[in-house]
């Protein structure tokens, strides 16, 4: 039969062509699967690392439970009486933070107290200093290894936190004010070091120069912005500063704390705490909430119902406080500013200025 009757193909021929035909739809199809399982892998990668990021972010973050903690001894959470946040600044001289000026005492401490009073409508706030050397009745606590510490008059405010715990500090708040606290935030200074210097620091304005041997702390008149070993120096100075005392440095600390609160405002840091990991990781590691705020989904959400509350431009005032007469190294609140201060804040009213004037002011 001749070849050209077309029912044999040539190896060049037609036959050829259409085995072309018929194997290029399959190359594009693998081609396409391939593709897609990459993007797959690649989604599910992505997926995997956010996840790690967050739970990683989320497991930093120390929290308290108040309630299980402090039982049902707490003052009535009045209708309209605001919210109210107790935030301490702890500060630990362990470790490497030892080597730090002024980093020569041993243990944590409740460096700085501040009850911060949001009033219904929260478009504004007011932080109350509960000064470190004030002398207070200690209510019976349960301390973190389960057992129990007895009550105590006249013991320091500042040392109801390392005997005892937050849950205490918190107890002991409330009971000398009588303020139902609806949550807790604690500020590791010792920690926050990497934190002042992963935003790029914190700027304060302080009127007068400030030159502390013991602390380190070296600031001329006017603005200054302090990285994290500066912060550190910044709050715990109390050197060349009034007349020397726990009171002549809480108008730094709040200043501080104030400013600290801001830059993580304005960065919403609490807002968007995954947006930049290394500054979310130091926020984060250096955190202790309450177990109404110790997740990042709790803390957006509180973050996001005070977004109407500017820190820069919270109303600070210390409790009042007069010299004990006995120990004039310790203060104790004055009568009657101090009742005054506190009924105003449980029936969020607006605090007389005669409630806002302190006997001892630490020069």
């Known amino acids: ?20 035909q018929r194997t290029a739809p399959r190359k594009r199809r693998r081609g396409l699967k391939i593709a897609l399982g990459v993007v797959l892998v690649l989604l599910l990668a992505a997926g995997g690392t956010a996840y790690w990021l967050y739970s990683s972010l989320d497991g930093n973050i120390k929290g308290v439970d108040l309630d299980k903690a402090i039982g049902d001894d707490r003052p009535e959470k009045l209708p309209t009486s605001g919210q109210n946040l107790l935030v301490l600044g702890s500060d630990s001289r362990a470790g490497s933070n030892g080597g730090l000026a002024g980093g020569d005492v041993s243990g944590a401490r409740s460096d700085t107290a501040l009850m911060i009073h949001i009033p219904e409508g929260r478009a504004s706030a007011i932080a109350v200093s509960i000064p470190r050397d004030t ?39 409330e009971k000398m004010s009588g303020v139902r606290m609806d949550h807790y935030l604690e500020i590791d200074f010792a920690g926050f070091k990497e934190l002042v210097d992963a935003i790029g620091g914190v700027t304060v304005d302080v009127e007068e120069p400030i030159h502390d041997k013991e602390s380190g702390l070296d600031l001329e008149a006017g603005p200054n912005r302090l990285n994290g070993t500066e912060s550190l120096a910044f709050v715990r100075t109390r050197h060349g500063i009034g007349d020397g005392s726990d009171l002549g440095r809480i108008g730094l600390q709040q200043q501080f704390m104030m400013a600290l609160l801001s830059e993580v405002k304005s960065q919403d840091l609490l807002g968007s705490p995954a947006k930049s990991f290394k500054i979310a990781d130091s926020l984060t590691e250096s955190l202790t909430t309450d177990s109404g705020l110790d997740s990042l989904t709790k803390l957006a959400e509180f973050a996001r119902s005070m977004d109407g509350v500017d820190p820069a431009s919270m109303e600070t005032i210390m409790l009042p406080v007069a010299y004990d007469k006995i120990d004039p190294n310790r203060v104790v609140a004055a009568e009657p500013q101090a009742t005054e201060l506190w009924k105003a804040i449980r029936e969020d009213t607006e605090i007389p200025a005669s409630a806002k004037k302190s006997p001892a002011t630490g020069g």
């Open 135 to 173: 002398l207070v009745t200690r209510p019976e606590c349960v301390k973190s290894d389960g057992s129990s510490l007895p009550s105590e008059e006249r013991v320091m405010f500042n040392s109801v936190y390392s005997l005892a715990g937050p849950a205490c500090v918190v107890k002991t708040v």
């Open 1 to 20: 039969m001749s070849h050209d009757d077309g029912i044999t193909p040539s190896p060049q021929g037609d036959g050829h062509g259409r085995n072309r």
